[in-house]
C-alpha cells in the first residue's frame, strides 16, 4: 500500500529528473500550454523554471523571502503528492488538459500578506482553457502555510473541471462559499498534519459562527467552514461522500450544494439537518477526533474575539433574554449558530432553560436546530437534541423546555447552540430568546424533560419533572422592552471585534 513517505520520496525523485532534462537555471517555457506573461500580463519576467511531471514553477530567487530552488523543489514535490491523492487515492478528474501540458505556477509577490495564491484559467488554444496559479512569495518562509497551498490551489484547478457557472458564474453565487470551504477541506484530508493551518482556518468560523454559513467574502469566513466537511467525514468513517458530490456537479449550469449535499447525505444513510445538527454541536466544544487544539466559541470569547453571542454566571440567574434580528448581540443568520454559555453554581442544582424562536415577518417558522451540551470536566459530557413544538395561537413561533439535573455537580456549565435552519423573507438574521433559572436538584443528572403546562422539550429518553408554574410569559414581555439590552451591553463589555 502506498504511504505518504514513500510517495513524498517518488516525487523529489521525479522532480530531481525533471531538473536534469531541463537544465538548472533554466529559463525555458518548457512544456507549459502559455507563457505567465500570456496568462496574465503582470506576471514576470522569471529567471528561473524547475519542473516536475505535472508542474512547471517560474520564479526569481529571492532569499530574503525564502524563494530558493530548493523551496521550489520542495514545492513541486508537495504538488505531485496532492495530484497523486486527489487522482489516484480519492477519485477526482485531475485538472483540465495536465496530461497535456504542465500546469504554470507562478511566483509573485502579490499585494496583501494574508492572501497565499489564486487559481485561475486562461485559454489554451484549440484545446479550450487550463488553470494556472500564482503563489505569493510572503508565504514562502512558513512551511505550513506554503505546503498547505499546494492541495488548496490544485483542488481549485479541479473544481473548474466539474462546474464553473453554478460557483463563479455570479459574484452574489450562493455556493460560492462551497469553493473554499472544500478546498481548506482538502489540505486537511491530504496533509492532516498540517495542525496550525487547520487552526487558523477554524478560528475564521469560530470568531463569527452566528454567520450563514453560505457567506463569502473577503473575511475569510467560508474558509472555516471546512470543519462542516470534515465533521460530515467523522460522522461517516470515509470521505468518499465528498468526491461523489462533485461528480454530481458534474457538466452541472445550476445547482444548489447543501440540495446537492442532502441527497448524497441520504444515500450515506442520514440528511444535511442531522450533519448540520452534530456539526454545531461538536463545534461547541470542538470535540471533533481530527483535532485536539482548535479554539472553542467559549475559548474565543475568553479572548475578546467573539465566539459566543452571550455568556451568564449563576449568580445573573434567573435572566430572560432576546436576541433581536434588529440588534446586538448578532443574532444567528441562516445555518448560523448562536452559542451561549452558562457557568453553574458552586453547589449542585437543576437548571432550567426554556426557548422560544420567533418566525419572520411572513409568521413563517425558522426551523431552529437546538442543540445542549453539557461540560464535564472542560469537556462534552452529555449533549441534547432540544426539539421545539408551535406556540399555539401565534403562527411560526416554536418554543421547548428543559431541566439539566446536577447543574453545579456533575457539570460545570451548559452551552446552548441555536441556529435557524430556514431562509427568512425579510433578511437573513433572526430572533429567538431564552430564559434561564435554577430549581432545586432532582437527585439525578443528566437533562429531564419538564411535564406540565407549556411546551414539552421533546426528550424521549428524559425522566419527567412537574414544571413550577411562573410567570415566564410577563418576564419574556420584559425581556422584549429592554433586558435584550442588558445582554448587549454585557456582551459590548466583555469583547472586542477582530
Not at 13 to 23: D, E, K, V
Not at 111 to 134: D, N, Q, W
Not at 296 to 314: I, R
Request: glycine share 8%; charged share 20%.
Amino acid at each position: 500500500m502506498r504511504t505518504r513517505a514513500n510517495l513524498l520520496t517518488l516525487s523529489f525523485l521525479t522532480c530531481c529528473l525533471s531538473l536534469i532534462i531541463l537544465g538548472a537555471g533554466t529559463s525555458a517555457r518548457a512544456d507549459t500550454c502559455f507563457t505567465p506573461e500570456e496568462a496574465l500580463d503582470s506576471l514576470g519576467p522569471y529567471d528561473q523554471v524547475r519542473s516536475s511531471q505535472h508542474f512547471a514553477v517560474h520564479f526569481n530567487v529571492d532569499e530574503s523571502q525564502g524563494v530558493t530552488q530548493q523551496r521550489v523543489e520542495e514545492l513541486l514535490a508537495w504538488f505531485e503528492e496532492s495530484l497523486e491523492v486527489m487522482t489516484s487515492e480519492l477519485g477526482f478528474y485531475p485538472p483540465e488538459l495536465i496530461n497535456d501540458y504542465q500546469l504554470l505556477v507562478a511566483v509573485e509577490r502579490l499585494p496583501s500578506p494574508t492572501t497565499g495564491a489564486f487559481t485561475s484559467l486562461t485559454s489554451c488554444g484549440l484545446g479550450g482553457e487550463m488553470a494556472y496559479i500564482v503563489l505569493n512569495t510572503q508565504w514562502f518562509s512558513d512551511d505550513q502555510k506554503l505546503k498547505s497551498l499546494a492541495p488548496h490551489e490544485l483542488f481549485h484547478a479541479i473544481q473548474v473541471r466539474y462546474a464553473f457557472e453554478p460557483f463563479w458564474g455570479e459574484d452574489d453565487s450562493p455556493n460560492r462559499w462551497w469553493v473554499e470551504a472544500s478546498a481548506a477541506y482538502m489540505e486537511w484530508v491530504v496533509y492532516p498534519e498540517l495542525d496550525k493551518r487547520q487552526k487558523d482556518h477554524a478560528l475564521q468560523w469560530t470568531r463569527e459562527p452566528w454567520r450563514a454559513l453560505q457567506s463569502h467574502d473577503s473575511s475569510g469566513f467560508q474558509y472555516g467552514a471546512w470543519l462542516l466537511a470534515a465533521s460530515i467525514e467523522e460522522s461517516l468513517a470515509s470521505g468518499e461522500w465528498h468526491q461523489e458530490l462533485w461528480d454530481g456537479f458534474l457538466g452541472k449550469e445550476e445547482l444548489d450544494v447543501i440540495d446537492d449535499l442532502d441527497s448524497v447525505l441520504g444515500e450515506n444513510d442520514t440528511s444535511f439537518a442531522t450533519e448540520y445538527g452534530l456539526f454545531i454541536e461538536r463545534a461547541a466544544t470542538m470535540a471533533f477526533d481530527f483535532s485536539e487544539d482548535l479554539d472553542t466559541p467559549a475559548a474565543v470569547w475568553d479572548a475578546g474575539q467573539g465566539g459566543l453571542v452571550a455568556s451568564h454566571s449563576a449568580s445573573e440567574l434567573p435572566i430572560d433574554a432576546i436576541i433581536l434580528a434588529t440588534s446586538s448581540p448578532p443574532a444567528p443568520q441562516t445555518l448560523g449558530t448562536s452559542y451561549v454559555r452558562v457557568d453553574a453554581p458552586d453547589a449542585a442544582q437543576a437548571l432550567r432553560l426554556d426557548v422560544e424562536t420567533l418566525p419572520d415577518s411572513t409568521g413563517r417558522s425558522r426551523a431552529f436546530e437546538l442543540r445542549l451540551i453539557a461540560i464535564e470536566e472542560g469537556e462534552a459530557g452529555l449533549t441534547h437534541h432540544l426539539d421545539l413544538a408551535p406556540r399555539v395561537g401565534s403562527a411560526g413561533t416554536e418554543a421547548g423546555s428543559i431541566l439539566l439535573d446536577s447543574f453545579g455537580g456533575a457539570y460545570q456549565s451548559l452551552i446552548i447552540a441555536a441556529s435557524p435552519t430556514l431562509p427568512s423573507t425579510d433578511g437573513d438574521s433572526a430572533s429567538w430568546s431564552y430564559s434561564l433559572s435554577l430549581i432545586e436538584a432532582q437527585g439525578g443528572v443528566g437533562f429531564i424533560a419538564v411535564d406540565g403546562p407549556g411546551p414539552l422539550g421533546g426528550c424521549e429518553s428524559c425522566s419527567q419533572v412537574s414544571s413550577d408554574p411562573s410567570s415566564r410569559r410577563a418576564r419574556m414581555t420584559l425581556a422584549l422592552l429592554g433586558l435584550c439590552l442588558l445582554v448587549a451591553r454585557r456582551r459590548e463589555g466583555r469583547r472586542s471585534r477582530l
